[in-house]
């Protein structure tokens, strides 16, 4: 039944009939009746899960207890496999066609001077210049061993100085070793921001470093605004927009990996 908040509760009707006219067993067995109530925020998330579990059932993990729909995880069907398997294989072409045209580039343009581009979309020049970017960045430098560490553990803990590339580098190594093994499309990375504007900033200039557009391979969602899609692998959101989709999905059951940046400043949302 609906009620006067737009929620849903629990129709107590039936109670009298399996109880009798006993008023005595009527109070034990009746109890506050639960509403739910997901609006706003709450909304929103819950919406964005469902609408993943139901677009892309691969990503559901069979170790989930609670998955927000009712799907069932042992098995795909044929046509989501191809699916996948067409996701996986586009990823995988993009990026190594990205590497190959800026790798000719750099061969045909030897004594070129290395400058940003501020050219929006791709071009070979800027991809290039992106990449000579971040391979000069610590993280990046220690990719196989970052790699190899969060493959083989369940938790890793990385520290680093400001600008060597932890928040920009880390998810993005990840990202493209699972692209490479044929794996992009089974790959969903949250990484939280304690601020908003953080959470816009990075995923801005993840989105710029791998010359696309955000709401692309790489997006963000914040309160009340978000810029994401179905491509979207790489996900910057806030510490609070986390917790709002546990709430409703307690195993983050389409998720396969999460980074909790500036985890160190020790705030409410992120100790939680």
Request: aromatic residues 4%; contains cysteine.
């Amino acid at each position: 039944d609906n009620d006067d908040l737009g929620g849903f509760h629990l129709d107590d009707s039936h109670l009298e009939s399996l109880s009798g006219n006993n008023e005595d067993t009527l109070s034990e067995i009746r109890c506050p009746r639960p509403v739910a109530i997901p609006t706003g925020e709450m909304g929103e998330v819950m919406g964005d899960v469902i609408s993943q579990q139901k677009d892309q059932p691969w990503l559901i993990s069979s170790e989930a207890r609670a998955p927000t729909v009712s799907l069932e995880r042992k098995t795909i069907s044929e046509e989501d496999y191809k699916r996948q398997s067409s996701i996986s294989k586009r990823l995988l072409d993009d990026l190594q066609r990205k590497r190959k045209l800026a790798s000719e580039w750099a061969k045909k343009n030897p004594d070129k001077k290395i400058q940003r581009s501020t050219k929006p979309g791709f071009s070979a020049e800027k991809f290039h210049s992106m990449m000579y970017v971040r391979q000069r960045l610590p993280a990046f430098q220690m990719e196989e061993v970052i790699v190899n560490t969060i493959e083989s553990n369940q938790i890793t803990v990385i520290a680093g100085d400001t600008g060597c590339g932890k928040t920009t580098q880390v998810p993005q190594l990840i990202l493209d070793d699972l692209i490479l093994k044929g794996r992009g499309a089974e790959t969903n990375i949250i990484v939280t921001q304690p601020r908003r504007i953080s959470a816009i900033g990075v995923s801005g200039r993840i989105a710029d470093e791998r010359c696309e557009k955000i709401g692309e391979t790489c997006g963000y969602s914040i309160k009340l605004e978000k810029r994401m899609s179905s491509r979207t692998r790489l996900l910057l959101c806030t510490t609070g927009i986390l917790l709002r989709r546990l709430q409703c999905d307690p195993d983050l059951a389409t998720v396969s990996h999460i980074f909790v940046d500036e985890v160190h400043e020790r705030d409410l949302n992120t100790d939680f």
